[in-house]
């Protein structure tokens, strides 16, 4: 048997040593420039807009007076968006998600199905508003509605929920099934008793990150024609409506100074939903965490 030279091996794994160091300070310097990042951007938008917050600016309607705006109907406007896109979005993309991994035949078609649903994750937003503008707006006849926007939207992070949901079905092991359908349970029974809950944890981080991106795109409601400044709050989903990154967007245009403490104080505002609704995703994640 021949043997390896003790200095040969000590000399490629100092090389090796050496490389793993150095990428280890890249990939560590890349994660501090992002933090960075985050922190000066956090910290302008605290300072700039935390004087702003108040009572009066979440109960005020927009207003061409800095001091006088307000971020009520973009707010109810957001949330009534999301009444749409949540029900829509979630239902469809799960529902997407379990017939392709528990009913679908594994052949062409379907390999041809989730390569498309994987690359329309990746599509501009404002593609999805285009088709949205076509199809709800013109051909529906919905206008400029919360319905219109929220169907729009829907289709803007279907896919991504679809893929997560795909991601978190395939995840549940093999033998639970195999346990359900010994026992004699049908598949659709081992599908809502068994793969469902055990799967819940990456559904619902998947449909979070999707809904948080559909509560902060902007593109998609300009293309659409959603007005900027309304001054009355939507009574149903057929109304027309503001949302939060259309205020924020058209505060940040103007020319004034006072405006960009405005849009400011309204990203701060918006921020606190889109955390809202993470923690809301991390209790339910963390309930049905160990379910298995």
């Known amino acids: 048997m021949r043997y390896i030279e003790h200095q040969q091996v000590i000399k490629r794994m100092n090389g090796r040593l050496l490389v793993n160091g150095i990428f280890k300070v890249i990939f560590l310097a890349a994660t501090l420039l992002a933090l960075l990042a985050l922190v000066i951007l956090l910290y302008r938008i605290v300072t700039q807009g935390a004087g702003h917050l108040s009572i009066e600016f979440l109960t005020n309607f927009a207003s061409r007076f800095p001091e006088k705006a307000g971020i009520k109907a973009a707010l109810i406007g957001s949330l009534w968006l999301m009444v749409v896109v949540a029900p829509t979005s979630i239902i469809l993309g799960v529902g997407s998600a379990i017939y392709l991994e528990e009913y679908a035949k594994q052949n062409r078609i379907t390999s041809f199905i989730r390569m498309n649903i994987s690359n329309l994750a990746g599509v501009p937003s404002v593609v999805f508003g285009l088709l949205g503008l076509t199809i709800f707006v013109?051909?529906?006849?919905?206008?400029?509605?919360?319905?219109?926007?929220?169907?729009?939207?829907?289709?803007?992070?279907?896919?991504?929920?679809?893929?997560?949901?795909?991601?978190?079905?395939?995840?549940?092991?093999?033998?639970?099934?195999?346990?359900?359908?010994?026992?004699?349970?049908?598949?659709?029974?081992?599908?809502?008793?068994?793969?469902?809950?055990?799967?819940?944890?990456?559904?619902?981080?998947?449909?979070?990150?999707?809904?948080?991106?559909?509560?902060?795109?902007?593109?998609?409601?300009?293309?659409?024609?959603?007005?900027?400044?309304?001054?009355?709050?939507?009574?149903?989903?057929?109304?027309?409506?503001?949302?939060?990154?259309?205020?924020?967007?058209?505060?940040?245009?103007?020319?004034?100074?006072?405006?960009?403490?405005?849009?400011?104080?309204?990203?701060?505002?918006?921020?606190?939903?889109?955390?809202?609704?993470?923690?809301?995703?991390?209790?339910?994640?963390n309930k049905f965490d160990k379910r298995y």
Request: glycine fraction near 8%; proline fraction near 6%; avoid cysteine.
């Open 138 to 285: 013109r051909a529906m006849a919905l206008g400029n509605s919360i319905l219109a926007a929220g169907f729009t939207m829907s289709l803007l992070i279907l896919p991504v929920i679809v893929v997560a949901s795909q991601e978190a079905i395939r995840s549940v092991p093999g033998e639970l099934r195999d346990a359900s359908y010994g026992m004699g349970a049908t598949k659709w029974q081992t599908i809502v008793k068994i793969i469902l809950p055990a799967a819940i944890p990456g559904i619902l981080t998947g449909s979070i990150l999707a809904l948080s991106r559909a509560i902060g795109e902007t593109a998609p409601l300009i293309v659409i024609g959603v007005p900027v400044i309304i001054q009355f709050l939507p009574a149903g989903v057929m109304d027309t409506f503001t949302a939060l990154p259309m205020q924020i967007y058209d505060w940040s245009s103007r020319p004034q100074q006072e405006f960009q403490t405005v849009a400011a104080a309204g990203i701060m505002v918006l921020m606190a939903v889109l955390l809202f609704m993470n923690s809301i995703a991390v209790i339910i994640r």
